[in-house]
């Protein structure tokens, strides 16, 4: 299978390290912002064609794409992808209105064609140990504790470089989590959002508070903020009624910090590889990914109603 990959960033690698990994997989495009470090992302990686335009990579023979776009892009772009035919896997978030992720979900049900989203808690093997236990009836979520932590004062990547687009704790970060609860304790009946002061270059709220309840009762209660000078990332603690565990990326521990063993839960510890490998066996297979813009949907209609809340929109 032919891939192009679109973004060269700090991303676009942990999944060009990913798909080395996939047997009987080539990225043959890569496509970035400006053309010299490209060039030397692709000769890292030995891809061949490298461009700044994705409509020259789409008209290549590749079978999938795989978009690590600025946010803003990444609607119009999962839907040219479509219109050219291509499977395309669009990293989170999927779009930054409920209007384009909507528009989105009619592309990639009018063509048939895969379109999945980067949702990778749903592939960490920490989250998915727990998300078997909840599936076996071992244990249910009660409360989900989750801090989302960056110190991006300036527009910076997860490199300390330089971007060239503005990022969202709602849209994109908070997106992250608010899918997760829904995937790990049940469909979403009430959200509410607090957002702080607006940074006066950035345009962003640069901290927020989310709250959700699920139509099971239980509770999560995100913090999230590019204000943070300590420890960076996010951190999930699921209080549930027959334990505690805190989860950090692809790592899991007890709520007394005692480390869980998550070799056996999937093919591979990584959770992106994890990601991208169900992109490929769906295209594959002929069937529906998991993460798929179906099943991510809801959390875009959420992340919606809480911007209208917010009674503003977030903007870029």
Request: aromatic share 6%.
């Amino acid at each position: 299978m032919k891939i192009a990959l679109a973004g060269a960033g700090a991303f676009g690698e942990k999944h060009l390290d990913g798909l080395r990994h996939i047997d009987g997989v080539e990225v043959t495009s890569l496509v970035g912002r400006t053309l010299d470090s490209t060039q030397a992302v692709a000769a890292k990686y030995g891809i061949g064609h490298v461009t700044t335009d994705l409509a020259e990579a789409l008209a290549q023979d590749v079978d999938a794409v795989i978009l690590c776009t600025p946010t803003q892009l990444h609607a119009a772009q999962a839907i040219q992808c479509m219109a050219a035919g291509k499977h395309v896997q669009v990293e989170i978030p999927l779009a930054d209105s409920w209007a384009d992720a909507e528009a989105v979900l009619n592309k990639a049900q009018e063509t048939g064609l895969t379109c999945m989203v980067g949702h990778t808690r749903r592939f960490n093997p920490s989250h998915q140990y727990l998300h078997d236990k909840f599936v076996a009836g071992e244990a249910q979520v009660q409360q989900l504790d989750v801090q989302t932590y960056f110190f991006r004062r300036r527009n910076i990547n997860a490199k300390g470089q330089p971007r060239s687009w503005t990022d969202h704790l709602l849209w994109h970060h908070a997106a992250h989590t608010v899918d997760l609860f829904a995937y790990q304790a049940g469909p979403i009946v009430a959200a509410n959002a607090l957002e702080g002061p607006i940074h006066p270059e950035l345009g962003i709220a640069m901290d927020m508070s989310i709250q959700l309840k699920a139509e099971s009762g239980a509770l999560c209660t995100l913090s999230l903020s590019f204000n943070n000078d300590g420890p960076l990332g996010t951190f999930f603690r699921y209080i549930c009624d027959t334990g505690t565990w805190i989860a950090r990326y692809d790592d899991l521990v007890t709520g007394r910090e005692e480390p869980v063993d998550v070799s056996g839960v999937a093919v591979s510890t990584n959770g992106i590889e994890l990601q991208d490998r169900e992109f490929i066996a769906a295209i594959r297979e002929g069937r529906e990914p998991n993460s798929s813009v179906q099943q991510v949907l809801p959390c875009y209609r959420v992340l919606g109603q809480l911007e209208e809340q917010l009674g503003r929109t977030v903007a870029a």
